[in-house]
C-alpha cells in the first residue's frame, strides 16, 4: 500500500466519521418508531443503489449457501444495532450510551484475533486506551442511574454486540465480495428484518409528513451511503478494528455538530475530551491499516 493510498483511505475514513456522526442529529428531528426510522433509511439506501444493480447482477444472485448464511447474518446484526441503539436513546443519555459504545473496537478487536489472528501493535493500543479515556470522560459527566436508563443502557451495550458481530461477518465477506454487492444484500436484509419486527408491532408503514420522508432521505444518503457504505468499503483495505474506532470519533463530531444545530450545550471539558478521543482514533487508524 503507497503513501497516496493511505492518504486517500485516511480522507475517506474521516468523512465516513463526519457522515455517521449526523446520524443522531436527524433522528432528533424524527418522531417515527425507530425501527421504522431504520427501516426506511435503509429501503431508501437501496432504491438510490438500484440503478446500480444491473451491473452486479451475477454477483448479487451467486453465492455459496455459507456466504448467504453470513450475509443473512450480517444483515439482521445490523438491523439489531440500528433498533437496539435508536430505542436505547429514548431511555437514557446519549453521554451514559457512549461509554458501551466504546466497547465496539475491543469486541472487533478481539473477534479479529481469534478469528483472523490480527495483531494489534503497542501504538494500536495506546491510540485506542486514549480514545477510550476520552469517551469515559465525556459519558461519565452525565451519568444516569435510574431504572429506565439502566435498561437503555443494556440496551446500548447489546445493539454494540450486534454491530461488531456485523463488523467481523462484514470483514470476511468482503475479501470475495464487491462493496456494492455486500452492502446491497446486507442493507435489504436488515431494512426487511425491520420490516417484519414494524408488522409484528403494528408500527404504521404510511401517513408520514414530507418533513418525516426528508429525515429519512437525509438518513439514507448522509449516515448510510457516506458511513455505514464507506466503512464496508474500507474492511477490505483496512483493519476492522480500525474501522471500527470510527464510534469513537462520531460523538465528538455529533456533540459539535448538536451545540451547532441543535442549540446543545458544550463544555469545554467536553470539547478538550473530545480531541482527546480524536488523537486516539488517529493514532490507532494510522498504525492499524493492513
Same mark, same amino acid.
Do not use: C
Given at each position: 500500500?503507497?503513501?497516496?493510498?493511505?492518504?486517500?483511505?485516511?480522507?475517506?475514513?474521516?468523512?465516513?466519521?463526519?457522515?455517521?456522526?449526523?446520524?443522531?442529529?436527524?433522528?432528533?428531528?424524527?418522531?417515527?418508531?425507530?425501527?421504522?426510522?431504520?427501516?426506511?433509511?435503509?429501503?431508501?439506501?437501496?432504491?438510490?443503489?438500484?440503478?446500480?444493480?444491473?451491473?452486479?447482477?451475477?454477483?448479487?444472485?451467486?453465492?455459496?449457501?455459507?456466504?448467504?448464511?453470513?450475509?443473512?447474518?450480517?444483515?439482521?446484526?445490523?438491523?439489531?444495532?440500528?433498533?437496539?441503539?435508536?430505542?436505547?436513546?429514548?431511555?437514557?443519555?446519549?453521554?451514559?450510551?457512549?461509554?458501551?459504545?466504546?466497547?465496539?473496537?475491543?469486541?472487533?478487536?478481539?473477534?479479529?484475533?481469534?478469528?483472523?489472528?490480527?495483531?494489534?501493535?503497542?501504538?494500536?493500543?495506546?491510540?485506542?486506551?486514549?480514545?477510550?479515556?476520552?469517551? %469515559? &470522560?465525556?459519558?461519565?459527566?452525565?451519568? @444516569? #442511574?435510574?431504572? $429506565? *436508563? !439502566?435498561?437503555?443502557?443494556? +440496551? /446500548?451495550?447489546?445493539?454494540?454486540?450486534?454491530?461488531?458481530?456485523?463488523?467481523?461477518?462484514?470483514?470476511?465477506?468482503?475479501?470475495?465480495?464487491?462493496?456494492?454487492?455486500?452492502?446491497?444484500?446486507?442493507?435489504?436484509?436488515?431494512?426487511?428484518?425491520?420490516?417484519?419486527?414494524?408488522?409484528?408491532?403494528?408500527?404504521?408503514?404510511?401517513?408520514?409528513?414530507?418533513?418525516?420522508?426528508?429525515?429519512?432521505?437525509?438518513?439514507?444518503?448522509?449516515?448510510?451511503?457516506?458511513?455505514?457504505?464507506?466503512?464496508?468499503?474500507?474492511?477490505?483495505?483496512?483493519?476492522?478494528?480500525?474501522?471500527?474506532?470510527?464510534?469513537?470519533?462520531?460523538? %465528538? &463530531?455529533?456533540?459539535?455538530?448538536?451545540? @451547532? #444545530?441543535?442549540? $446543545? *450545550? !458544550?463544555?469545554?471539558?467536553? +470539547? /478538550?475530551?473530545?480531541?482527546?478521543?480524536?488523537?486516539?482514533?488517529?493514532?490507532?487508524?494510522?498504525?492499524?491499516?493492513?
Amino acid at each position: 500500500m503507497n503513501r497516496a493510498s493511505n492518504y486517500a483511505y485516511e480522507l475517506l475514513y474521516v468523512v465516513g466519521i463526519i457522515a455517521i456522526s449526523f446520524s443522531s442529529i436527524f433522528i432528533k428531528w424524527s418522531s417515527a418508531e425507530p425501527s421504522v426510522i431504520g427501516m426506511y433509511r435503509l429501503y431508501l439506501t437501496i432504491l438510490i443503489m438500484l440503478p446500480l444493480a444491473w451491473k452486479y447482477r451475477h454477483e448479487l444472485t451467486q453465492h455459496s449457501a455459507r456466504q448467504l448464511l453470513l450475509l443473512f447474518a450480517s444483515g439482521v446484526m445490523l438491523a439489531l444495532h440500528f433498533l437496539l441503539w435508536m430505542s436505547s436513546l429514548n431511555y437514557t443519555t446519549v453521554a451514559s450510551s457512549t461509554i458501551f459504545l466504546a466497547l465496539e473496537p475491543v469486541l472487533v478487536m478481539l473477534g479479529s484475533y481469534l478469528l483472523f489472528k490480527t495483531k494489534t501493535n503497542r501504538i494500536m493500543l495506546l491510540g485506542m486506551g486514549i480514545a477510550m479515556i476520552g469517551t %469515559v &470522560i465525556i459519558g461519565s459527566s452525565d451519568l @444516569a #442511574l435510574s431504572q $429506565e *436508563a !439502566l435498561y437503555g443502557d443494556v +440496551l /446500548s451495550i447489546l445493539g454494540t454486540i450486534a454491530v461488531a458481530i456485523h463488523m467481523l461477518i462484514g470483514k470476511q465477506l468482503r475479501n470475495n465480495i464487491s462493496a456494492f454487492a455486500y452492502n446491497f444484500l446486507v442493507f435489504a436484509i436488515a431494512a426487511t428484518t425491520l420490516a417484519i419486527y414494524n408488522l409484528i408491532q403494528g408500527y404504521r408503514f404510511t401517513g408520514y409528513s414530507s418533513h418525516e420522508w426528508g429525515i429519512f432521505l437525509l438518513l439514507a444518503i448522509v449516515p448510510t451511503l457516506f458511513g455505514h457504505y464507506l466503512f464496508n468499503w474500507l474492511l477490505k483495505y483496512m483493519n476492522a478494528t480500525a474501522v471500527s474506532m470510527s464510534v469513537l470519533g462520531e460523538p %465528538v &463530531i455529533a456533540s459539535i455538530l448538536a451545540w @451547532a #444545530l441543535l442549540k $446543545e *450545550a !458544550l463544555t469545554a471539558w467536553q +470539547l /478538550s475530551a473530545g480531541i482527546v478521543i480524536l488523537f486516539g482514533v488517529w493514532l490507532f487508524m494510522r498504525h492499524g491499516k493492513e
